[in-house]
């Protein structure tokens, strides 16, 4: 599955490529450099942080689920020990 970002996405972590070279690097780095290297990693490492993000989705859903007989759970034939006499 490609890992697609809208164009807003895009354009915001282009320029904050752009400041990082500017700042940490010996050379700037221009737009289209910055725009391949996204796109070199949205290919290359985007997968592997896509998949570990669903996997710790998975379990804290199955977390969720496992607790659903303790969140959900009512008691049964419970009426005669919480009425009150009529005579």
Not at 26 to 44: H, T
Not at 62 to 85: G, R, S
Request: negative net charge; aromatic residues 10%.
């Amino acid at each position: 599955m490609a890992i697609e970002l809208n164009k807003d996405a895009q354009t915001a972590i282009v320029a904050s490529i752009q400041r990082f070279f500017t700042e940490h690097m010996d050379a700037p780095i221009g737009n289209m450099q910055a725009r391949s290297l996204l796109d070199y990693f949205l290919k290359e490492v985007g997968p592997s942080i896509y998949n570990q993000a669903i996997a710790e989705a998975q379990q804290h859903l199955q977390a969720k689920v496992l607790d659903l007989d303790v969140e959900c759970y009512e008691k049964e034939f419970d009426f005669w020990k919480t009425a009150k006499p009529t005579k």
